[in-house]
Each structure stands twice: as C-alpha cells, then as structure tokens.
C-alpha cells in the first residue's frame, strides 16, 4: 500500500500480468471465465462514514465471497496497525480470517479495494492457481480481481496530488487500467463510468491504449503499416536463412521451414496463449484456449 509515499507507474510487470491472464483461463476455462461478465456493481460494495464498521465490512466481504462464486466461506474481518493494506489467514475454510489496516477506519470507502484483493486471494486458495514466487502471486491475486470484475475497485482506490498518494495493490494505476481495459474489450464493458478518483481514469485510459496495442500486432490484419513492414522483413530473413532468427520487440516467432510449411507463433491478443499458424497470406485462426477468432496476415 502507497500511503503518502511515491507511486510506482508505467507496465514494468506487464509480462507477469500476461502470464497470470494465461493461467486464469487455463485453470477456469472459457465457460467459466463468461460467467464473471457482470463486475460487481459500486451500490453492492458502498460504504459510507455512517455504517457500522464491523457490520459493513462483512457486508461488502459477504458480497465479494458472492461475486466469486465462493458461497461456503465466511470472512470474519478484523481491524489492527499494520505495514500492508491486508492480510489474510489461508486455511481449509470455511471460516477465513482477515485483517484491515487500521487507516481503514477512517477511509471507508476503500475497504472494498482491499477486500476484493484478499477475497481473491482465498478464490485462488481454493482453485490452487498460483505462480512462482510471492511477488508474482500478489500480481496474479490483483489482475484475477481484475479481471473477474472486482478490481476496478482496486484502481479506483488510487489517488495522487503534489500532497499526498494513496495506492492499494501490486499493479501499477496503468496496468490495473490495461487489465481493466482486456476485461471491457471482452465484455464490452465501460468501468469508466465507475470511478471517483480522476487519477484512476487518467491511469485506466493509458492501459486501454496499451490494451489496444495488443490488438494491432502483426501478423493480425490490424497492425499498422510499420509493422506490417517490419514483420515481412523478419518474415523474409526466417525463409532465406531458413532459421526464425532473432527479432528483439516483435511479439511473433517464424519455425524454420525446413521440415515442411513454414510457420509463425504469436500471442493471442485477449488470453496470451501462443498460436501457431502457416505462414500463406490471409489465414483465420481461431484460439483453441478463448476462442477468440483472429484475422491474420501472414
């Protein structure tokens, strides 16, 4: 948790929040996954300076264990001085035990973002999702909050001026707004609409561009003219040397052609899974993992 100190921005985990993406579907599936398309909605997690704290915590928990599907395990929710925003206790359940900042008391309306994030946490628990590392998982926990639809209470919680800062997750405001930004491209949905915080809005356009980047990477027939240049001459390199060679920045990789049909593999834009395809001009692929249908140029 950023409490007054300096916010951390820009995509420097963007690699990690692709991988925890790729695992997300792996382990739920595509079914599963379309059956977050609804975020949850900011009336079902308000909570103002007049409720009860203890009550209205577990109201907004009971709402996210709701939201996840979890509908056999209870939060008990507790308030102490501590270095992070949360912690949980991990167990067999049913019961989970978890521990709010203190500044939580007098900062309400955040105690959504936090809980989404530990709720989460349990989620992953119970599906044993997890990556390598403690860093990594904390990034799994924000982008699968993401991009289940209760993480945009996670972007919505940061707030910056020349005064003060106040920033809650592992993510960076850009890459809550690129997750954000892959689960609206998917839905169609507009979390925009959702935010207090102007900064949050700011941090969630910037991800929406870079989420849209994803989207005009050749070989897709929506990459621009540079990297459409760019992508035929490594193209051309691969086929005369008969080797994929090296090409540093480019999201695709050519097979030698040597034992057949030359091909070239690329991420798919919405899951991040590698798709391999023929190398013959204009080929519809579709992506066995989310079934996105992708029209390329190859």
């Not at 949050?200 to 989420?211: F, H, N, P, V």
Request: aromatic share 10%; net charge neutral; charged share 25%.
């Amino acid at each position: 948790m950023a409490n007054g100190g300096p916010v951390e921005h820009g995509f420097p985990h963007l690699d990690t929040v692709r991988t925890a993406i790729t695992a997300l579907y792996k382990r739920l599936s595509y079914d599963t996954v379309r059956t977050f398309a609804a975020s949850v909605p900011p009336a079902d997690v308000a909570f103002s300076d007049q409720d009860d704290l203890h009550l209205g915590a577990q109201r907004v928990a009971h709402e996210l264990v709701r939201h996840y599907g979890l509908p056999d395990a209870r939060m008990i929710i507790s308030f102490r001085e501590m270095t992070h925003a949360a912690n949980v206790e991990l167990a067999a359940g049913p019961e989970y035990f978890i521990e709010l900042n203190d500044r939580f008391r007098t900062h309400r309306r955040d105690i959504g973002a936090a809980l989404a994030h530990e709720v989460m946490h349990v989620f992953l628990h119970r599906l044993d999702l997890a990556l390598h590392g403690t860093r990594d998982n904390e990034i799994l926990t924000d982008t699968a909050a993401t991009y289940l639809g209760a993480g945009w209470l996670l972007l919505d919680a940061y707030r910056e001026d020349a005064a003060s800062s106040q920033k809650l997750g592992y993510l960076t405001p850009e890459e809550f707004g690129y997750v954000l930004a892959k689960r609206a491209l998917l839905f169609g949905e507009d979390p925009a609409i959702w935010f207090t915080s102007p900064q949050a809005y700011t941090a969630y356009t910037k991800g929406l561009a870079q989420a849209r980047r994803d989207e005009q990477q050749p070989p897709l027939t929506a990459a621009g003219w540079t990297g459409r240049r760019r992508y035929a001459k490594d193209r051309r390199y691969a086929q005369d040397h008969n080797d994929p060679g090296a090409h540093p920045g480019a999201p695709y990789s050519f097979s030698p052609a040597g034992r057949g049909a030359q091909s070239v593999s690329f991420p798919c834009p919405t899951c991040h899974q590698r798709i391999r395809v023929p190398v013959q001009g204009r080929v519809r692929a579709r992506c066995g993992l989310c079934r996105t249908v992708l029209e390329c140029d190859t």
